[in-house]
């Protein structure tokens, strides 16, 4: 399988409960590397702009709110399959059908907070992660 990058957003639910250290075990133990990471505050017109594709649904600004409520983590992982496995190791969007172990099982609050956010595909990855980062932040 092909090395990948995929961008990995530890929203404000887990930051405020300082749940940085144990999301990043999480990746780290499924091989993923993380080759970029910073911590930023969102506006919620940034927020905005990286959910645009979200705009039309009725949630879409509680999670621009909520997005922009605290700091996030952003990140890129690297690894062998990456895009599948951090979802994977994410689990499902509902916490209530993530699978024993994953993150949102063990920490998300609710379908809203919910902990991540990981890419979902190869050209949704180099857009998320073109957001945030320029090529010399990220150190593979
Ligand atoms: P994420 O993987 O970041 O992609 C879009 C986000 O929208 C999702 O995680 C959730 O945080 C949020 N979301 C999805 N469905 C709902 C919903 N039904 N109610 C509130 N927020 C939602």
Known sequence: MAIERTLSIIKPDATKRN????????????GLTIVA???IQLSKAQAGTFYAVHK???????????????PVVVQVLEGEG???????VMGATN??????GTIRA????SVGEN???GSDAP???AEEIAFFFAGLEIVG
């Open 19 to 30: 749940l940085t250290g144990k999301i990043n075990a999480k990746f780290e133990e499924a």
């Open 37 to 39: 990471q910073k911590r």
């Open 56 to 70: 039309e649904r009725p949630f879409y600004d509680e999670l621009c709110e909520f997005m922009a409520s605290a």
């Open 82 to 88: 990456a895009i599948a496995k951090n979802r994977e």
């Open 95 to 100: 916490p209530a059908d993530a699978e024993p």
């Open 106 to 109: 063990e920490f998300a609050e």
């Open 115 to 117: 902990s991540v956010h």
């Open 123 to 125: 050209e949704t990855a």
